[in-house]
C-alpha cells in the first residue's frame, strides 16, 4: 500500500472540510485536539507531522460528524506497479492484442542493415480490428520504424508501421516490407494481373522504381497494415 498518497488524501479531504465550514479554520481544529493553533495548518499544507494520531483523528470525525470512509483507505492506493488487478489485466487482455514494436528501422531510401531483432516495446490493438484485418496472432505481428524518405508522402522517416508477417506473397497491390541481401527496405509493391510481375517502386518520384520482378524472387517479410506517426 502507498501510504504517502493515503496521507495525501487525508489531508487534501480534511482541507477541504475546514475550508468550507462556516465556524471553523486550521485554529480552531488544532485547538480542537489540544494542538498549538498553527498545528493543523503545518500537516495540511506541509505534511508535517505525516500522520494524525488515532485520537485526533477520532475528535475530527466526531465534530465534522462524518465517518472514517470519508477519507478513504489506504487499500485504495495500491504501490506503484500494482494499480491494476489481475482482472483488469485479464481484462485487457481479452479485448486487445499487444503487438512488439522491434528496434529495427525498414529503410524508405538507400536501405539500412539489420543489426539485432530487440523488442523496444509493446502496442496495444484492438482484436477486433486485427480479426477486420488479418488473422495473424500476436507472433505474427511487428512493429517496426520506417527510415528514409523514399516513401514520401505516405510513410516518413520515423513512422511506426504495424507488418503483418503471414503474408508473405505478393497477392494484391500494397505496401511491403522486404528484405534485400542485409537490408530491410518498405516499397509499394504492385503485380500486373497479365504478365503476373511485380513493380517495386517509392512513392516518392526522386526515388528509382524496379518494373519486371518475378513474385518469386522477393523475400516478403510482411505487409504493412498500419502505420503511426509523432505529431
Given amino acids: 500500500m502507498d501510504y504517502n498518497r493515503y496521507y495525501t488524501q487525508v489531508r487534501q479531504k ?14 480552531s481544529i488544532s485547538a480542537l485536539i489540544g494542538r498549538n493553533h498553527a498545528y493543523m495548518q503545518q500537516f495540511i499544507k506541509r505534511g508535517v507531522p505525516k500522520c494524525l494520531k488515532d485520537d485526533d483523528m477520532d475528535k475530527i470525525i466526531k465534530h465534522f460528524g462524518i465517518s472514517m470512509n470519508y477519507f478513504g483507505s489506504p487499500d485504495d492506493f495500491p504501490n506503484p506497479g500494482q494499480e491494476y488487478s489481475d482482472q483488469q489485466v485479464d481484462d485487457f ?8 514494436v522491434y528496434d529495427i528501422e525498414a529503410a524508405a ?28 496472432t500476436n ?3 511487428a512493429v517496426i520504424t520506417v527510415s528514409g524518405d523514399s516513401m514520401n508522402p505516405t510513410l ?6 504495424l507488418v503483418d508477417m503471414t503474408i508473405t506473397s505478393i497477392k494484391s497491390d500494397g505496401i511491403y516490407v522486404i528484405r534485400n541481401d542485409d537490408m530491410i527496405l518498405v516499397k509499394r509493391i504492385s503485380l500486373n494481373p497479365v504478365s503476373k510481375l511485380c513493380t517495386i517502386k517509392s ?21 504493412v497494415i498500419w502505420m503511426g506517426r509523432n505529431i
Fill in 14 to 27: 480534511l482541507d477541504h472540510l475546514i475550508r468550507t465550514s462556516s465556524h471553523d479554520d486550521y485554529a
Fill in 93 to 100: 487482455d481479452e479485448e486487445y492484442i499487444r503487438v512488439n
Fill in 109 to 136: 531510401g538507400a536501405g539500412a542493415i539489420v543489426e539485432n531483432n530487440i523488442i523496444a516495446n509493446k502496442l496495444a490493438f484492438k482484436k477486433s480490428w486485427i480479426r477486420s484485418s488479418s488473422n495473424a
Fill in 139 to 141: 507472433n505474427d505481428l
Fill in 156 to 161: 516518413f522517416d520515423g513512422d511506426h508501421i
Fill in 203 to 223: 512513392d516518392n518520384g526522386f526515388y528509382e522504381s524496379w518494373e519486371g520482378c518475378k513474385p518469386s524472387d522477393l523475400d516478403i517479410l510482411g505487409r
